[in-house]
């Protein structure tokens, strides 16, 4: 579990091709190195990931076909930075909301309107998890949890505080660029089970 309050980034400093395959490197900072070891689970851009070794700071993960498939991480290049976010421990502070690290899909960027005290990010909304998007609820994107400000067809709204522009990635992004984005546990499965309620209703 995580909690969608992005520790840092990390740089990407390696990468490896395969076929439906990718292996990369992060280098990690030095307060998130303390007890990692290979097996642990770390979140890049809110997609859970799992340690496969440990070189100093040099830590290296593996990419299946769904994970590139759903995320943004195939798209990742030499250079680019990551938010990552160890899992969460018993006793941690849950200080944003309780998140899996399983990406739903992308969202592209549509509009970046920037203020000196507010960043307003306008992200398309796919039909596919809309359903799930409700202002005030929560929404994970690219790890970071943030709550929905303004909905509008299609679309919906997130505002960024400067504390978070200079914790994470997300202050670089641009219309075109594609988001991570995990819906809140909670709100998918009442949304779930309400609609499963109400067909079984209509069938009977």
């Avoid at 740089?11 to 998130?32: C, G, K, N, Q, Y």
């Avoid at 299946?64 to 990742?76: A, C, F, P, V």
């Avoid at 594609?178 to 499963?196: C, M």
Wanted: net charge negative; glycine share 10%; proline share 3%.
């Amino acid at each position: 579990m995580f909690t969608g309050i992005v520790q840092g980034t990390a740089e990407l400093i390696a990468l490896e091709e395969r076929a439906d395959f990718r292996s990369h490197t992060l280098r990690l900072p030095p307060e998130m190195l303390t007890g990692l070891a290979c097996g642990a689970s770390v979140a890049h851009n809110g997609c859970c990931l799992t340690v496969t070794s440990i070189d100093s700071d040099r830590v290296s993960f593996d990419l299946m076909q769904e994970t590139l498939r759903l995320t943004n991480l195939g798209e990742l290049q030499l250079g680019d930075r990551v938010n990552v976010e160890r899992a969460a421990r018993f006793g941690d502070e849950i200080g944003g909301h309780a998140m899996s690290g399983h990406i739903i899909g992308t969202s592209e960027v549509v509009e970046v309107i920037p203020s000196a005290n507010n960043h307003q990010l306008w992200l398309a909304i796919d039909p596919a998890w809309g359903k799930y998007v409700f202002t005030r609820g929560y929404i994970g994107i690219d790890g970071i949890s943030l709550t929905i400000g303004e909905l509008e067809a299609g679309r919906f709204a997130l505002n960024l505080i400067p504390e978070t522009l200079a914790r994470t990635n997300i202050g670089t992004r641009q219309a075109g660029d594609r988001i991570n984005i995990e819906v809140d546990p909670q709100t998918q499965a009442i949304v779930d089970t309400v609609e499963r309620v109400m067909a079984s209703r209509q069938q009977g």
